[in-house]
């Protein structure tokens, strides 16, 4: 449609999705005629850029009625379409996103790409491609024989013989893979491609439970709840408030977070409230819905494509209150937000590994300012930093000392595995703590068992030679996994856990032709394995990242395991966070000191809290809890406050620590990573950039005064996924100068072909 000179022109501004950041800023477009009614702040469109020949994905971030004096009317070009009908952001989130640019090395296109669900983009159609496996038997036998080399397509066959089909959507959020793996499977005939309708009702996530009476508040929770109180009726935009409550397990963390949910919806305003992974919230949404009936929404990564977006449009549409979920939920697009709760606020699982390198934390202050609300997180063991801005400022620090009801914490023993294996006990388990589980099952009660590494055994050795079975694409060992397709469980096949290529396990060395292989440290199948060769009449369930990879695998385990259908629960720490099952009398921690020898500087701490949440898990019904640690490092200073269950000890000791090092709060950490396919050219690009950080710090002298700048070095994983790995660590007192360095040398080095640079501050892993 031609415009006509004499009628008022409608202009808008937008941010490119996919863009670069050197051209990562504001774009002008005209609107034509046809969209002038339905184009606002936050539609997602379609404009034409450049000389490509499709449009792009653009966000509106602005509408004019002028164009910038520089620009004109003539050759500005005009939107080509909408993307969807209604606003796929709001204004809210666009600055938000404006925001994280300025903070992670991202654009602001990727920041609304994190932020917006990209089935929200994708579902003008009822349709979704799905995929199914040609021949169930067939597949299975596939498995059996052991020819699939592709850890990622076993892990896609896997998951269609549990559900028969899947969208290919959910397929890949599910597995971590991309769309190539089901293609690759397809054009094998193992998967037939097809399109699946989708219904737009709601997804039954959580069965509403029955109304259950709210508990009596004890004196604790009382206070709790009130200062939580006076601080939203005091809270001001820009202004932060928050509060860490700091409760011991079992202490009801969670009713306070409902009792002040209940006091911001009386208030007409919403609730945001983030756990750390998916495996806790069927729990945690159970009790919502019980109290708030359907009033809450849930966004996670394994609903279904039809799910998310009609979630994703009735929160939009404030049409639910309280919103619950794991990390990207922190992104759902409320407008009045008056309480945000960050449930296990310690949990690495809120850092985003993958670009924009956000930090869900970081982002709920960011939201609590923005709409003057409390901000809220709970933990039995926060963060070291966490709880000194509790006791020092600017956060204020409201305690749960003690457990609900006449509970009290579990009695914990530290078992010394050096004597155990003096006495001639050479297996997994401690005499005690097999005597312990002996004792429970008899009584019909339940036991945890946490082992935090999944597999059968950690690697594969040769006991003549030493040789060791490594990835040929990674600078890592492989990991030993049974096959559960194969009734001998038999033969074991070696994982790479980071780039999911499978191998055979050698019958003779291929080193020095001996026959002496043999597997080296336990997994998570290992134990299940030898509980079951110690208890042959227990039923025991394994929850780990391999047996959880289905969209309601979590939840189909933990109910089983709370209807009492299994003795035994096995996993990794994913078994240790927020579950409360009244029927677990006994907690064991195998292997503690593997915790503590990770090689990063927060290693004390994670050990601490996954010692201290596994512990917790025993005891929260009527019968007291006992808790086994086994160890050889009994003695560690770790570990004795972890069976004390004493944060503050742990505390004292850490902060310590940390101030002496430099390590946060007290400083931060910057690290730039290089990555690419050549060695000679990763390292080149890493050194360039070394020396603009250098030159950087020599031009503006005073501003950099106590920065550190280590020299390039090849990563502690040198390799991964057959790309070299170099990184540079830069360390001043303060984030934000840190922040500008990184960046702005960043943007100067000249990329080599093939060679990607990711920053992250303060990363939460530097292997």
Known sequence: MKRNDNEMTRFCRVILADAPRAIDRSWSYAIPDSLVQSIHVGSAVLVPFGGRKNPVRAFVTHLVNELPEKLSRKTVKEVHSLISSRPAVTAEQLALAFEMKRRYYCTVGDALNAMVPPAVLAMKDRSVMAARLNNPDDAAELLDSGELKSMKQVRVIELLLEHESASCMEIRQAVGISQSVIQALARKDIVELFQQKTSREMPEEADPSAPVAPPVLTQAQRRAVEAIERAALSAAPQELKEMLLFGVTGSGKTEVYLRAAERTLARGRQVLILVPEISLTPQMTRRLTSRFGDRVAILHSRLTPAGRYETWQRVLAQQIPIVVGARSAIFAPLENIGLIVVDEEQESSYKAEMKPRYYAPDIARLRSMMNGAVLVLGSATPQVSTFRRALNGPAELLRLPDRIGDRGLPEVEVIDMRREYAAGNLSLFSRRFQDLLARALDHGEQAMILLNRRGFSRTVICRACGWQMRCPFCDIS??????????????????????????????????????????????????????????????????????????????????????????????????????????????????????????????????????????????????????????????????????????????????????????????????????????????????????????????????????????????????????????????????????????????????????????????????
């Open 478 to 767: 492989l990991t030993a996994h049974l096959n559960p397709y194969s009734p001998e469980q038999i033969p074991r096949r070696m994982v790479c856990h980071l780039c999911d290529r499978i191998s055979p396990v050698p019958q003779l060395c291929p080193e020095c032709g001996s026959d002496e292989i043999a597997s080296l440290g336990a997994g998570t199948q290992q134990v299940e394995e030898a509980l079951s060769a110690l208890l042959p009449h227990a039923s025991i369930l394994r929850m780990d990242q391999d047996t959880t990879r289905g969209r309601f695998s979590h939840r189909e385990l933990l109910d089983a395991f709370e209807r009492k259908e299994a003795d035994i629960l096995v996993g990794t720490q994913m078994i240790a966070k927020g579950h409360d099952f009244h029927n677990v009398t006994l907690s064991a921690i195998l292997s503690a000191d593997q915790l503590l020898g990770t090689g990063e500087f927060r290693a004390s701490e994670q050990a601490f809290q996954l010692m201290t949440q596994a512990a917790g898990r025993s005891g929260r019904g009527r019968k007291k809890g006992r808790v086994i640690i086994q160890a050889v490092q009994p003695d560690h200073f770790v570990v004795k406050a972890a069976a004390n269950q004493d944060y503050e000890r742990f505390y004292r000791e850490e902060i310590i620590f940390r101030e002496r090092m430099g390590y946060l709060p007290f400083g931060h950490i910057g690290m730039a990573e290089f990555k690419g396919f050549d060695s000679r050219q990763t390292e080149d690009t890493a050194n360039v950039f070394h020396a603009k950080v250098a030159a950087l710090i020599g031009q503006y002298g005073g501003t950099f005064a106590d920065t550190i700048l280590s020299a390039v070095s090849p990563a502690p994983i040198s390799k991964i996924r057959n790309r070299y790995r170099y990184r540079v660590i830069v360390r001043d007192p303060s984030a934000e100068p840190l922040t500008r360095l990184m960046f702005l040398a960043a943007d100067q080095t000249k990329r080599r072909d093939n060679v990607t640079i990711t920053l992250d501050i303060d990363p939460w892993s530097t292997l």
